[in-house]
Every structure is written in C-alpha cells, then in structure tokens.
C-alpha cells in the first residue's frame, strides 16, 4: 500500500500542523497507511505545542510533482557484468526492450548495452576471443562438464576445419588458444598435448580416456555439447560477460527522485528510447522505456486547512486529492473525480476533525488532542475571534478535558510563544502566517502576526515597509499587507507596500490611510481581511 500524505497551506501555522498530524492518525487507525507532512517551517507558536505534548515534528515536504519513482518503469530489469551476451538479448527480446543497463557485482551501474550494439557487434565485427566463464559456456551450449580447471576463460576461438593433417601442418596450438572440434583424435591429441586453454567438442563427439588423462596432465579445459560445430560456432561469442559488448559506459541516465517534466524535457533534445534508472548511489534500480512515462502511479494526498492552489504543495495538479478538510472558503484546487469535501464555518479545522473523529467513533489520544486544542485556540484567539462558534467551543471543552489542560492559562502560554520577536527577522514575521490569494488572475498577499505589544513592531515600521516593497516587487503581487493583531485590544495594526495606498484607501473609505493604522474589532483574516481586499479584484 502507498503511503498518503496529509499537509496543510505552504506557510503552516499551528492549526494546519495540528489538523495534518490529527487526520493522518486518524486515517491509520481507519486503516489508510497516511503520514503528515509540512509545506514549511513551524512558527514559534507551533513549535511551543508540539514540544509541549511531545509530538514530533512532521517531516517537510518539498513537492508532490511526479517523480520518476511514480512511474512503472522496468524495475529490476539489468544484467550483470558476468551474465552472458545470449542472456541479456534473450531479456531484451522478452521485455520488448532495445536496451539493458549492466552492473557490476554489487549493483552499482557500469554501462548501457543496447539491441543495435549486438547487431553491429555480430554483423560487422567478427568475434574470435573469448572473455567469460566456464559455466556461461555450458549453458549457452547446453553443454556437459568433462574437465574444468578455470573457472573464467580467456581465449582465442579456432575451429578445426581442416583435414587432421593439414590442420596440425597450418595451426599452432598455444595455451591461449580454445579449440572447437568433433571427434577428430588426432586434432584432440595435438590440442590437449599442446596445453590448450579450452577444448570444445561437438556433436555429443567421443573423447577417449587416455586422452582425458594427457588433458588432465595438461590442465586443459573441456567441454562436450550436442549442438554440431557450426552451431557451436555461431553460439560460442553469446557466452561472453555481457560488459564485454558495452558501448556506453557513461549513458544519459535518471535517478529514481527526477522530475517526470524534467525527463520529458531531455528526451525531447535527445530522443532516445532506453534509459538507464540509478538512485543517489549510484545502484542500478532498471530501465525506463520512454513509452512507461505514460504509466503513473500520481502521490496521493489529503489537504487540510486550505483549497487554494497557491497555497498547497507545488506540484498539487500533479497529485492524486483523495481528500480535503477545510473551515476557509472555497478557492481554486479542482480534481478530476469527486473526492471527500468537509467544509465548515467553524474557526479551525480542528474542529471538524473532533466532529469527524467522533463521526468515526475512534478515541483521541491525549497528545493529539492537545494539538487539535492548541489548533483551535490559535485560529480562534482562545475564542475570542468572531469566527469562533458554538461547535468550537464545544471542542475546545472536550479536548482540554482530554489533554488535560485548562484552555485558557494554556491558550495564553501558546499565543504568548507565538507572539515574541526575540530572534525573528522582519521576513520571519511577514512570512510567520503567510498566504497568497489569487482573484480573476490577479494576486495579492495578507501576513498576520499576533502581538500583545505593537510598540516592538512600531519602533521598526520603516524596515518592515521595505520588506514588503521587496515581497511584493519580487513576486509580482497587486499588493502586500501585514495585519498585526494585538490579542488585548482585539484589533489589527496594518503595514502595507508602498503602492498599496490608493487601493487600500478605496476599499476602507479611509482618506490619508497611515502606515500602523488601527483597526478595531479587526483580527479575523479569513472573515475581517480577505472578504474586504477581494472586493478590489471581484468588481
């Protein structure tokens, strides 16, 4: 069974953190092998509550773009350096390939051998040298051991195609030398006299026994097979070690974790057909036809805590979406088949995960539940956010209760974690709960951070002007802006980019909007910010 991803938005906070542990052990007690996953780094406030119920952290995610590794390539399909020449095109002729990566003993990948290698190999070169094994003989000969002495073979390659005189007169025998003959004795008695390397008789030949002993005085290697001498000698250069025949030992390869796009890409520029896989060590792990590009397996995944494309795993049209829990409004991730969608106004979503739990019936352990809390405590400033509803604190209630804490003194510690400068740089804290939002093709950014102390901000208001100028010139946004939410006046100071001015000034009805303006009662983003800035885009 392959493993799902669960993850939430690229610039995680506490509440999709939480919910992408909450679902994905969820999902295993159910039976669906699942892992979280994050887009990013965890803030200080996310980072205070899994350190506090000692969770780990979830491993970060990159992507879920198709990887090579997503693709039914030919896995396990190679030879060895010491596999036979008859072996490797009998595979090739089997798997309908025209090529076959060769590795050494230990796996590692040596070269590519390919179909017309072979052919060139066989039709324009003549092969009279021998470089194997003395079991690769037999069994491309379908031959019998008499004698073995060697278990690799080096040799020239003669036939005795003359009269027994006339061969002895012409041909000088040497220990170099394999010898392919029937059941000519005098031919035999000269060879094995003359201390040959390997005698090769055909025809299921006689061989008599004080000529197996002169053979055993000798040491010469002998072999006995059915097939006549001209099959033989067709046969016989087959046996050779594979790599003998390798003409790329440094072929355009792929590792398994390569981008299908990228792959597509280079095989546009070079039209090859075979390409050897290696992973990062260089093992051989087999070959990719051109044509398995068409046979993928996409990751599967489960999105919590957003629906918009901007905000998930690059890569996400790429993925298989199994799922999607989310308490936003509906944004622009599409699928192609439908899917599971629980969507709820609530202020986290959390909360619908507590509700799916008990849907499930499945129990949550104490640590799990004192994440979902600390999700739900930061989404919804410990209740006090005007997205907060009945159902949330409902949940609030029952998993304090499970974890064992009293939600307010423990929703203070965790929003008190969150909101403290000491190490953050003024990118960390227009990126510590970051999102881009894209309307009629047009994009716009809204960070927000949570403060008791706006003064630590104010002092530096300059500096975090042009961080925003350079977010936003960078990426090429309408605008950039920065609510900071001071959790004891229940508003939000905003920062903008420089440019913003005018179309801030028009959807506020503000006339001279300041740098650190005040917004009472504003410290929902998803129900105070967004609905408002939309409205420049949606007109």
Do not use: W
């Not at 990062?280 to 051109?290: A, M, P, S």
């Not at 930061?378 to 029952?398: F, G, H, Q, R, Y």
């Not at 990426?475 to 920062?495: A, Q, R």
């Amino acid at each position: 069974m392959r493993k799902t991803f669960v993850f939430g938005h690229r610039k995680p906070d506490t509440d999709s953190i939480a919910a992408s542990i909450a679902m994905a052990y969820l999902k295993n007690r159910l039976g669906q092998m699942c892992e979280a996953r994050s887009l990013g780094d965890l803030n200080k406030e996310t980072k205070y509550a899994l350190k506090y119920f000692n969770v780990p952290s979830p491993p970060y995610l990159n992507d879920v773009k198709l990887q090579l590794r997503d693709i039914q390539y030919h896995k396990g399909f190679y030879v060895k350096d010491t596999d036979t020449v008859f072996n490797g095109y009998q595979l090739m002729l089997k798997e309908g390939l025209t090529g076959l990566p060769v590795v050494e003993g230990n796996g590692k990948f040596l070269g590519l051998v390919t179909i017309k290698d072979l052919s060139h190999l066989f039709i324009n070169e003549s092969v009279v040298r021998l470089n194997t094994s003395y079991d690769n003989i037999l069994n491309v000969l379908k031959g019998e051991e008499i004698l073995r002495f060697d278990n690799e073979i080096e040799a020239d390659i003669i036939v005795a195609s003359y009269s027994s005189k006339t061969f002895i007169k012409k041909t000088k025998m040497h220990p170099s030398l394999a010898l392919i003959v029937g059941d000519r004795h005098t031919i035999i008695e000269y060879a094995l006299a003359s201390g040959i390397k390997l005698l090769i008789i055909s025809g299921d030949g006689e061989i008599k026994p004080h000529h197996i002993e002169l053979a055993k005085e000798n040491r010469v290697n002998i072999i006995r097979s059915s097939y006549d001498t001209y099959h033989i000698t067709k046969l016989i250069s087959l046996s050779n070690f594979i790599n003998t025949t390798i003409k790329l030992y440094d072929p355009i390869s792929f590792l398994d974790t390569d981008y299908v796009d990228d792959i597509v890409e280079t095989n546009n520029k070079l039209r090859h057909t075979n390409y050897p896989v290696i992973d990062k060590n260089n093992k051989c792990l087999g070959l990719l036809k051109i044509t398995d590009l068409s046979d993928k397996k996409p990751k599967k995944v489960i999105l919590v805590d957003h629906n918009e494309k901007v905000q998930s795993a690059e890569g996400i049209d790429e993925a298989e979406i199994l799922e999607i829990i989310d308490h936003h409004n509906l944004g622009s991730i599409t699928t192609n088949v439908p899917v599971n969608f629980r969507n709820m106004a609530v202020g986290s979503t959390n909360t619908i995960l507590y509700y799916l739990y008990q849907d499930y019936n499945i129990e949550i352990p104490s640590p799990i539940a004192g994440l979902m809390l600390s999700g739900i405590l930061s989404d919804t400033l410990i209740l006090n956010s005007p997205t907060a509803t009945s159902k949330d604190k409902l949940a609030v209630e029952e998993l304090a209760h499970v974890a064992g804490v009293d939600y307010h003194k423990y929703g203070m510690e965790l929003l008190k974690a969150g909101t403290s400068l000491t190490g953050m740089t003024k990118e960390n804290v227009l990126y510590n709960d970051f999102k881009v939002y894209t309307v009629n093709d047009k994009s716009f950014a809204v960070g927000q951070f949570f403060t008791m102390n706006f003064s630590d901000i104010e002092r530096e208001m300059n500096e975090y002007i042009k961080v925003i100028d350079e977010v936003r010139d960078n990426n090429n946004y309408e605008f950039v802006c920065l609510y900071v939410t001071d959790i004891i006046k229940k508003g939000s100071y905003i920062i903008y980019n420089s440019k913003a001015k005018d179309s801030l000034e028009a959807i506020y009805d503000i006339k001279d909007l300041k740098e650190g303006h005040f917004f009472e009662g504003v410290v929902s983003r998803k129900k105070h910010v967004i609905p408002v800035l939309m409205e420049l885009f949606e007109n």
